[in-house]
């Protein structure tokens, strides 16, 4: 079995049993992870488990949008904590400042041959 799997992949004849093994084990390994993956896959579980319990048609419709939006929950948690704290939105703008001011100053400290030379646009 191990040969005729090594011959099917590779369209060669197995230099000996080990070969032929590792590869036959790590084609099984795959394949029966890929299955694993496809069985437990929420799209199809939540889907069949509704299905399942009678549940009517618009909410297995509805699961997709549902288990999309769902994902974004802790972003929204996190968003209505920084805009309650003492900074709240200035949080950014101060972000935003502070890295302009460090592109000015990093401007400010090159070597003068740099500067007005008209060299690559920096004039």
Do not use: F
């Amino acid at each position: 079995m191990a040969h005729s799997i090594y011959k099917l992949i590779t369209d060669a004849k197995a230099p000996d049993q080990q070969a032929a093994d590792r590869v036959a084990t790590h084609v099984t390994a795959l394949t029966a992870t890929k299955l694993a993956d496809g069985l437990i896959d929420p799209k199809l579980v939540l889907a069949w488990l509704l299905n399942a319990i009678g549940a009517p048609g618009y909410l297995i419709g509805v699961l997709v949008p549902v288990r999309e939006s769902g994902s974004l929950l802790p972003q929204l948690a996190l968003a209505q904590r920084i805009e309650q704290s003492r900074l709240g939105a200035n949080t950014i703008g101060l972000q935003a400042r502070r890295y302009k001011g460090w592109q000015h100053s990093a401007w400010q400290q090159r070597p003068c041959c740099c500067r007005g030379s008209g060299r690559a646009g920096l004039s």
